[in-house]
């Protein structure tokens, strides 16, 4: 009967609740680790006479004997620059998705 219909409801509202949810915290996490993807310098790592690691804009290198250096590379390949523009305009995408899902289930309210 009624209560049957009760629950019915509440089920179909919290799975409703629980898929967008999900949905926002995959976009919201995609998002932090593409841009965090940008500012990691792990993308290659060499042991080579030193340490270096090379990412898309920045780099540590530790020549034998000499103290750990890091900072943004001067010389970008254009290659990593479109790289970086391309994981950049993911993450908007991914943010924007986001909000699109906050505003949808706003106005549902």
């Not at 509202?13 to 898929?19: D, T």
């Not at 790289?83 to 949808?104: D, E, M, N, Q, S």
Request: hydrophobic share 50%.
């Amino acid at each position: 009967g009624r209560g049957c219909l009760f629950v019915g409801v509440f089920w179909e509202l919290a799975m409703e609740l629980v898929i967008s949810v999900g949905m926002m915290a995959l976009c919201l996490s995609s998002a932090v680790l593409a841009i965090s993807s940008i500012f990691t310098s792990s993308w290659i790592v060499s042991n080579f006479a030193g340490s270096k690691n090379l990412g898309l804009i920045y780099a540590c290198r530790q020549p034998l004997g000499f103290p750990e250096w890091c900072g943004v590379l001067e010389n970008t390949p254009t290659e990593w620059m479109a790289t970086t523009c391309l994981i950049t305009a993911g993450a908007c995408v991914l943010l924007a998705a986001a909000i699109c899902l906050l505003l949808a289930e706003y106005k549902k309210k």
